[in-house]
C-alpha cells in the first residue's frame, strides 16, 4: 500500500513532553518536570486517525495487529515526538514489538512494568527504578500524587454525578475519564477546565431516570459514537469500566503510589476487573453491559470469563478502525435495548 503524502493537521508536540501509549505512574514523569501526553487521544481524535493506521501498513505492519497498535506507531512515526514511555508488563505483547521498531525514531524511551500477578514489593521496586530512570525519588514522586489528589477527587464527583445524580451524560464522563490518563497534557489547565465543566454539571436539572442503566466494559472503544448511539436509545450509560481505571478516582483514596497502582485493575489479568465489575454494578444499579472488543486485541478472549461470572445480561462488540457505528453493530445494540427495555416493563 503506497504511503499517504499528507498527514492530517496536529497540534505540535511539546518538545519537552513523553508520549504515552498506556497508563502509566504518571506522578513520577511529572514529579521530574517532564510532561506527558497520552498518545491514544491524540491519534483517535485527529481529523484522520486512518492515516496513521496506512502509514503503518505501508511500513509492513500486519493488518491483524491491533488499531490502536497500527495508529499509535504512525503517529510516533510522524509527529515529531522524540521520547516516550511504554508498558513493558501487564499491557500487551504488541505494545511491546511496536516499542522494537521504534528503536532508531525515539531518542529517549522508559519503560515501566507492572508486576503480574500483582505484588506490594516488586511494584514497590519499580516504582523506584522508574523513579530513578528520571532521577528523581519516589517520595517527589508521592508529593506530585498529593498535588494531583483534587483532580482525582474532581473526577469522583463528575463521575458520582453521572450514576447518582442524572447530571452527566454516559459521552461526557467517558470523555473525561479517558483524558486524565495524562490529565489533558496539562495538569493545571485540565483542572481549570474540569472545575468549570463541575460547576455546570451540579446546577443542571437531572435528566429523567432512564430505564436501563448500562455499564461498558473493555478497553476505549475506537468507534467514536458508541455512548452516543446507546443514549439516543433511551439507555443511560453510568459506568465506563477502564476509563475510572485510568482516572484512579479517589472515591477509593490510596495512602501511597503502590497503593495506587496496585488497586489499579487493567494491567493484572481478568480477575481483579470481574471484583471491580461486579461492585459498581451493585452499586450503580446496572441493567446490562455493552462489553466493547477490539478486533486482533488478546483482551477478547476475557468475555469469555466475563460471561461465566458476571450475571448480568451482555452485549459484546467489535470495533476494529476508528469511526462510527456500523449498520451492523447499530442494528445488535439496537436489539439488545429493545430486549433491556422490555425487560424492565
Ligand atoms: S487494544 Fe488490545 S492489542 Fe490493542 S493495544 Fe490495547 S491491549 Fe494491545
Not at 25 to 38: H, M, N, Q, T, W
Not at 251 to 257: F, I, W
Not at 274 to 295: K, N, P, S
Request: include cysteine; glycine fraction near 8%.
Amino acid at each position: 500500500m503506497p504511503e499517504p503524502t499528507t498527514p492530517p493537521h496536529l497540534p505540535p508536540f511539546p518538545p519537552d513532553a513523553l508520549g504515552i501509549t498506556s497508563t502509566i505512574p504518571l506522578e513520577v514523569p511529572l514529579a521530574a518536570g517532564r510532561r506527558v501526553v497520552d498518545l491514544n487521544n491524540l491519534f483517535v481524535r485527529s481529523t484522520d486517525p486512518g492515516w496513521f493506521i496506512r502509514r503503518a501498513e505501508a511500513e509492513g505492519f500486519p493488518r491483524t495487529c491491533c488499531s490502536w497498535i497500527r495508529g499509535l506507531y504512525g503517529l510516533l512515526r510522524t509527529a515529531g515526538i522524540e521520547g516516550a514511555i511504554f508498558v513493558t508488563g501487564g499491557d500487551c505483547s504488541n505494545t511491546h514489538a511496536m516499542m522494537e521498531t521504534l528503536g532508531p525514531v525515539l531518542r529517549t524511551v522508559f519503560t515501566f512494568s507492572f508486576p503480574v500477578p500483582p505484588q506490594r514489593e516488586a511494584l514497590h521496586l519499580e516504582l523506584e527504578r522508574f523513579a530513578t530512570a528520571f532521577d528523581t525519588t519516589l517520595e517527589a514522586a508521592e508529593a506530585m500524587g498529593r498535588r494531583l489528589a483534587p483532580l482525582r477527587t474532581a473526577l469522583a464527583e463528575l463521575d458520582r454525578l453521572t450514576w447518582e445524580e442524572n447530571r452527566v451524560t454516559g459521552p461526557e464522563n467517558q470523555q473525561w475519564l479517558v483524558s486524565a490518563s495524562d490529565f489533558g497534557g496539562d495538569p493545571e489547565a485540565f483542572g481549570r477546565d474540569l472545575d468549570r465543566f463541575l460547576t455546570t454539571a451540579r446546577t443542571r436539572p437531572p435528566r429523567p431516570p432512564s430505564p436501563v442503566r448500562l455499564g461498558v466494559l473493555g478497553v476505549p472503544p475506537i468507534i467514536t459514537d458508541l455512548h452516543e448511539f446507546l443514549e439516543s436509545l433511551g439507555a443511560a450509560v453510568v459506568y465506563n469500566e477502564i476509563p475510572r481505571q485510568f482516572a484512579m478516582l479517589d472515591d477509593q483514596p490510596a495512602a501511597t503510589l503502590t497503593d495506587r497502582y496496585l488497586a489499579y485493575t487493567y494491567p493484572y489479568g481478568v480477575g481483579p476487573r470481574v471484583a471491580d465489575i461486579r461492585r459498581e454494578a451493585r452499586r450503580r444499579r446496572l441493567d446490562g453491559f455493552i462489553h466493547y472488543t477490539q478486533a486482533f486485541c488478546h483482551r477478547q478472549i476475557h468475555d469469555i470469563v466475563f460471561r461465566r461470572e458476571i450475571g448480568l445480561p451482555m452485549l459484546t462488540i467489535e470495533g476494529e478502525a476508528p469511526g462510527p457505528c456500523d449498520p451492523r453493530t447499530r442494528l445488535r445494540l439496537e436489539s439488545f435495548l429493545e430486549i433491556l427495555h422490555e425487560r424492565q416493563g
